[in-house]
């Protein structure tokens, strides 16, 4: 099985500045994964998929990059929303998932 | 739109059976895999199982195949465009929101692109 580590756990970061959330695969899983943000209370919702294609509707602020095994989120110029819980996923094994442990993104 | 919507949260006694459901709309339902995720309170999301709609092919992960954990199953009644979570003994441990997510169709990719609203299961004696 593929286990996908996301760090840092918790990342404390001003609103308008760039947060970066990483996320590391056990073996290469290409750029087969995904990147889900999760607001309180709210279901997850897609952001990038196949390491740095948005998703419909997701804003420009939002970019990943990455292959292999390791990934990268970047959020620049943070926004109120933003404040969440991010989610790595590898799907290179499909149909086999594995989601990272999450990654909260809080206000400093 | 597009759109899958879960039935209510439930509260069960340990040993009892569920079946929770997710109905879709906006799309061809048969055309698209279901993936069920689970968020047990406080923690992290977790892969249960996809199934096709299409022919009710079916797969599990590891941690929650029906031979290993016994309970949880999946099915869908298409005529409806309906997929199913069912256990037959459930138990406190089962306590969680589940999710079921749509799986896009998009040149090899297989992210989650639509999600239910959740379904929060709650096993208590």
């Known amino acids: 099985e593929i286990v996908m580590t996301q760090s840092p756990a918790t990342l404390s970061v001003s609103p308008g500045e760039r947060a970066t959330l990483s996320c590391r695969a056990s073996q290469s899983v290409s750029i087969n994964l995904a990147w889900y943000q999760q607001n309180p209370g709210q279901a997850p919702r897609l952001l990038i998929y196949g390491a740095s294609s948005r998703a419909t509707g997701v804003p420009a602020r939002f970019s990943g990059s990455g292959s292999g095994t390791e990934f990268t989120l970047t959020i620049s110029s943070l926004q109120s929303e933003d404040f969440a819980v991010y989610y790595c996923?590898?799907?290179?094994?499909?149909?086999?998932?594995?989601f990272g442990q999450g990654t909260k993104l809080e206000i400093k | 739109e597009v759109q899958l919507v879960q039935s209510g949260a439930e509260v069960k006694k340990p040993g009892e059976s569920l079946k929770i459901s997710c109905k879709g709309s906006g799309y061809t339902f048969t055309s698209y895999w279901i993936g069920w995720v689970r968020q047990m309170p406080g923690k992290g999301l977790e892969w249960l199982g996809v199934i096709y709609p299409g022919d009710s092919d079916t797969r599990y992960s590891p941690s929650f195949s029906p031979s290993v954990q016994g309970q949880v199953t999946s099915s869908v009644d298409k005529s409806i465009s309906t997929a199913y979570l069912q256990w037959s003994s459930l138990k406190a441990s089962d306590t969680a929101m589940y999710y079921c997510?749509?799986?896009?169709?998009?040149?090899?990719?297989?992210?989650?692109?639509?999600w239910g609203q959740g379904t929060t299961v709650t096993v208590s004696s």
């Open positions: 997510a749509r799986v896009m169709l998009s040149a090899g990719h297989y992210g989650m692109d639509v």
């Open positions: 996923q590898q799907y290179n094994d499909w149909p086999m998932y594995t």
